[in-house]
């Protein structure tokens, strides 16, 4: 858990490589891309210096189940989530996205005959509660005109970023952490290559930025977070004890950005620690 925990963590430095790239004028197409693409190379790398010429897996089942991670809950996530957020604003995009606890547990009851008892429903509940909060401040719904698109586009972040876990798990039961990554963000960079189409930025400190993106938040997180996977046998609990990511967030932004944090977002901090502490007694 504390793997996973971890990850959650590193994911929360996303914000800082996001608006260092907007600053230099990089789009949301190329920053999505250069994560993958960066996080691709660095994963090779560390898992050629460790497997060497075994990373070259032919096992049809595992490269059809990292295909998976990669468009779903890599790929076609990012460019929902930037629809979200564009079409609907970060509140009702944050709303949709922390929905992933209940794709996660309900995923894990088809897939691995998980229980999901009251404590657990409870834990989840607070959770989604908590992360709205700790992001928003309670400030959601301020436009009133929702976009269809948008709204469904939201969901489908939610049920991407849930189903990591369960693709994450499935590739993981005979598979390394690092030969997953691999192989998740080489689909991931093809499908963000051929539909989201970035243009290409080829400065200096836009490269720079982008590695240190494809390193921090993406080829250590992850492979942290796959290890960790494979550890923890109950599954809907992941994304739960990963939601340590906004509040990690809120904190960054608090000291670097100087961000204004009221008291709906100290609540939420709290009852995410506490949805935290009770997911792992829940049975």
């Not at 598979?175 to 960079?189: E, H, N, P």
Request: net charge positive.
């Amino acid at each position: 858990m504390l793997l996973i925990f971890l990850a959650g963590i590193l994911w929360g430095t996303i914000g800082i490589f996001v608006n260092t790239l907007n600053s230099l004028g990089a789009s949301s197409a190329l920053t999505s891309f250069l994560r993958m693409f960066f996080g691709f190379l660095i994963m090779f790398a560390l898992a050629f210096s460790k497997h060497g010429k075994k990373i070259f897996i032919s096992d049809k089942k595992i490269l059809f189940v990292c295909a998976l991670l990669g468009i779903i809950a890599n790929g076609f996530f990012n460019i929902c989530y930037t629809a979200s957020i564009k079409l609907n604003g970060m509140g009702v995009a944050c709303v949709l996205m922390y929905s992933a606890p209940v794709f996660t547990a309900i995923a894990s009851r088809i897939f691995f005959r998980e229980k999901i008892g009251t404590l657990k429903i409870f834990a989840l509940a607070l959770n989604i509660l908590g992360c709205v909060l700790t992001v928003t401040g309670g400030k959601i719904f301020q436009n009133q005109s929702l976009s269809l698109i948008g709204l469904l586009a939201g969901i489908y972040t939610g049920f991407g970023y849930g189903m990591a876990a369960i693709f994450g798990r499935m590739a993981g039961e005979k598979t390394d952490a690092l030969i997953i990554g691999v192989y998740s963000f080489f689909f991931a960079m093809i499908f963000l290559l051929i539909f989201n189409r970035p243009e290409f930025n080829f400065d200096f400190k836009v490269l720079g930025t982008g590695f240190l993106y494809g390193l921090i938040p993406t080829a250590l997180a992850y492979a942290v977070y796959y290890t960790g996977l494979k550890k923890i046998k109950d599954t809907s609990k992941v994304p739960v004890i990963a939601s340590i990511e906004p509040v990690t967030a809120v904190a960054l932004g608090l000291v670097i950005y100087n961000e204004q944090i009221g008291p709906a977002n100290f609540i939420g901090v709290a009852i995410v620690i506490l949805s935290i502490i009770i997911i792992m007694k829940a049975k």
